[in-house]
């Protein structure tokens, strides 16, 4: 499996409408979307899968350059309802890799019912593009529960891969063996918990995630009377003392939290909550992060809350990611949702072998390079004058 | 506007479901277009767009080699409701063309309504594959009611082309004008009247086809009691008379038609009749016409009724397509809902400039001519031994 920071083919995305997880009709909802389908596709070619019924709708509001396609989901959770993809670094084919999806939990704790359409996601984005896939009958993971360094390492929580509703009959070495297997890896890295009250059963893409071999970055707050401190510090301490599966140590930087967001009384309001367990009240504490953050060609496309730590947040990643241009976009509505940029993407690597995708951007570097020399040059000669 | 029987990229289909078209749930027609498109798929890629509620199950009756994707549609006429491909014969770049569709004469006398998915697929089609497409906003045209040579000429219908139901805003030139215009053609064919009892107003593709530029199949029948018999001999005179867009004679080949063929009691009794207008009954007249065949790269995949003409028409296309292999399929399940198999299905061209790939083709030729010298020059030596 390639890192995310790996050239892609494009971006998928897919439509927001469910009325429990978007307030007023998911207009809002779509309005956020929309952004960050237009900010990505300045970058690389995005896909938005849609239902039927809001087919027109969504072709009328997206920007023209933005390919609309008819896919049916039950909710617009594209990193973890669509394919994953692998590639054979020699042969430079891309294949699909299709877990199985059960929202989060299945019937144990789940987060609706039913999840078939959802199900039926990555091998429509698999057929749709005429790539073969991989299936797994009998394994459960949504690509926002794992990360990896495109070098050997995965990373992950336990609390997500070892819970319940999930994969309960495996041990966590097993579960490793399968990731290992299936993204082509060497090891995997455990972190514990994700975010305090993350729905998803603390996936990694809102803690933590690669820089680069090596290097990560890690959701941060100082304030030790929140309950994700001690979540926070537990996962520094494992990093602190793990190695990779190439053997190097981690440098890690830490990334702040935005300070608790909760829901307010009118956004509440505007859910349908057709039982006692889908409604939603004024005061729940979000699971906002920065971390959940989507690494497109050439840019990074970072949630934005209203925050005092946002302008520091996004110092933090441009320092991370100097060739990058960082993109902010106010994302508090997919946050209301229960995820953020990184959930509602899923990256579709470059086919093409390794070696001839590094020449080529190396020989694109040093054009540019070589532009730059020129300009210099130049321009002093002119200065010389 | 390419030929049908220039070179494809691939063949589209839908799934067909409409229990007001296709008895018994729609169960035989799938297995009738299901062998259509595996007879298709072995020379060529074949897509068939289906229904969300149908998707599954049309993934598993279909074989695996033809690609399934997600597609709504309101009934399963590809040929009708799909985009026409046209090519920029230099540049080798394959568009779409997306007319209007009115469910074959809208609020006049259209077969069903609503209509509003069947026209969406043009443009999902296109936007899968990612071509351009030409939008008419103000032009009804369904893809059966028209035929190309590939060399300037079309042909078509009056009584389809001028019906009330369509155009009826425009005149004959203009309508002319359109076609001619958006399929880069100099000529259009007019004859009077498609089949007797065609519902569809006499599409010209259950009547009269090209076999190559300067050479037509015409419909036909010997029976002057039947009604048929005046409208093939209306357009037998018509095409005796006519000289094509580079002013070449027309050759006529006669396809016979099957013998009138006509409703059981029990297919009628198999359909759902919501209303008065749809019912129907014992008795009815079937627009039977092997014309209605679909050519395939190298192959013709040709309607069978278990009629004593089947065998006849079978030679008479294998006579007209020499390099081709016709495979007969018995055909009633899909004449029953009012078409055949040219009607459910939609060739888009091989993209690549017209010189390339006829340079291609002919080396493949040229090759496989040497490869048949070799065999029969050793085979001649062995017989000396």
Same mark, same amino acid.
């Given at each position: 499996?390639?890192?995310?920071?790996?050239?892609?083919?494009?971006?998928?995305? =897919?439509?927001?409408?469910?009325?429990?997880?978007?307030?007023?009709?998911?207009?809002?909802?779509?309005?956020?979307?929309?952004?960050?389908?237009?900010?990505?596709?300045?970058?690389?070619?995005?896909?938005?899968?849609?239902?039927?019924?809001?087919?027109?709708?969504?072709?009328?509001?997206?920007?023209?350059?933005?390919? $609309?396609?008819?896919?049916? &989901?039950?909710?617009?959770?594209?990193?973890?309802?669509?394919?994953?993809?692998?590639?054979?670094?020699?042969?430079? @084919? $891309?294949?699909? $890799?299709?877990?199985?999806?059960?929202?989060?939990?299945?019937?144990?704790?789940?987060?609706?019912?039913?999840?078939?359409?959802?199900?039926?996601?990555?091998?429509?984005?698999?057929?749709?593009?005429?790539?073969?896939?991989?299936? =797994?009958?009998?394994?459960?993971? @949504?690509?926002?529960?794992?990360?990896?360094?495109?070098?050997?390492?995965? *990373?992950?929580?336990?609390?997500?891969?070892?819970?319940?509703?999930?994969?309960?009959?495996?041990?966590?070495?097993?579960?490793?063996?399968?990731?290992?297997?299936?993204?082509?890896?060497?090891?995997?890295?455990?972190?514990?918990?994700?975010?305090?009250?993350?729905?998803?059963?603390?996936? *990694?893409?809102?803690?933590?995630?690669?820089?680069?071999?090596?290097?990560?970055?890690?959701?941060?707050?100082?304030? @030790?009377?929140?309950?994700?401190?001690?979540?926070?510090?537990?996962?520094?301490?494992?990093?602190?003392?793990?190695?990779?599966?190439?053997?190097?140590?981690?440098?890690?930087?830490?990334?702040?939290?935005?300070?608790?967001?909760?829901?307010?009384?009118?956004?509440? #309001?505007?859910?349908?909550?057709?039982?006692?367990?889908?409604?939603?009240?004024?005061?729940?504490?979000?699971? #906002? &992060?920065? *971390?959940?953050?989507?690494?497109?060609?050439?840019?990074?496309i970072v949630p934005r809350f209203g925050d005092e730590k946002d302008a520091e947040a996004a110092e933090i990643l441009q320092a991370?990611?100097?060739?990058?241009?960082?993109?902010?976009?106010?994302?508090?509505?997919?946050? =209301?949702?229960?995820?953020?940029?990184?959930?509602?993407?899923?990256?579709?690597?470059?086919?093409?072998?390794? &070696?001839?995708?590094?020449?080529?951007?190396? @020989?694109?570097?040093?054009?540019?390079?070589?532009?730059?020399?020129?300009?210099?040059?130049?321009?002093?000669?002119?200065?010389?004058?």
């Open positions: 499996m390639p890192a995310e920071f790996e050239p892609h083919a494009g971006c998928w995305m =897919l439509w927001p409408q469910k009325p429990e997880t978007w307030r007023l009709g998911a207009k809002p909802a779509q309005k956020a979307f929309i952004k960050v389908a237009q900010a990505i596709s300045k970058y690389e070619p995005v896909t938005v899968g849609v239902n039927e019924d809001q087919y027109a709708n969504a072709v009328r509001m997206l920007p023209e350059e933005v390919r $609309v396609v008819e896919l049916a &989901s039950n909710d617009a959770w594209m990193r973890d309802t669509g394919a994953t993809f692998v590639k054979n670094d020699e042969t430079g @084919e $891309v294949r699909g $890799v299709d877990w199985r999806f059960n929202a989060w939990g299945g019937l144990v704790d789940g987060l609706y019912f039913p999840w078939d359409l959802d199900e039926q996601v990555a091998r429509k984005m698999c057929d749709m593009e005429r790539l073969d896939r991989y299936v =797994l009958e009998d394994f459960v993971l @949504e690509g926002g529960s794992i990360h990896t360094d495109g070098d050997g390492t995965l *990373i992950t929580t336990e609390e997500c891969l070892l819970s319940d509703g999930r994969n309960h009959n495996l041990s966590k070495e097993e579960i490793g063996e399968v990731l290992c297997s299936y993204l082509g890896a060497d090891k995997v890295i455990w972190l514990k918990n994700g975010l305090y009250l993350d729905e998803t059963n603390g996936h *990694i893409d809102n803690m933590c995630c690669f820089v680069e071999p090596g290097k990560v970055l890690l959701a941060w707050t100082d304030n @030790e009377k929140d309950p994700q401190y001690q979540i926070c510090k537990e996962n520094l301490e494992i990093l602190e003392n793990e190695t990779d599966a190439k053997g190097r140590k981690l440098e890690i930087v830490k990334l702040p939290l935005p300070s608790p967001l909760t829901l307010t009384e009118e956004e509440a #309001a505007g859910l349908d909550a057709p039982d006692e367990a889908s409604e939603r009240h004024e005061g729940e504490r979000l699971p #906002a &992060s920065y *971390i959940n953050f989507y690494i497109s060609n050439g840019a990074l991370c990611f100097p060739d990058r241009t960082v993109t902010t976009i106010d994302s508090r509505e997919i946050l =209301l949702g229960g995820g953020n940029i990184h959930c509602i993407t899923q990256q579709q690597p470059l086919a093409g072998p390794r &070696s001839e995708i590094e020449a080529a951007m190396a @020989e694109k570097a040093a054009k540019e390079e070589a532009a730059k020399e020129q300009e210099k040059t130049s321009e002093e000669g002119e200065a010389h004058e």
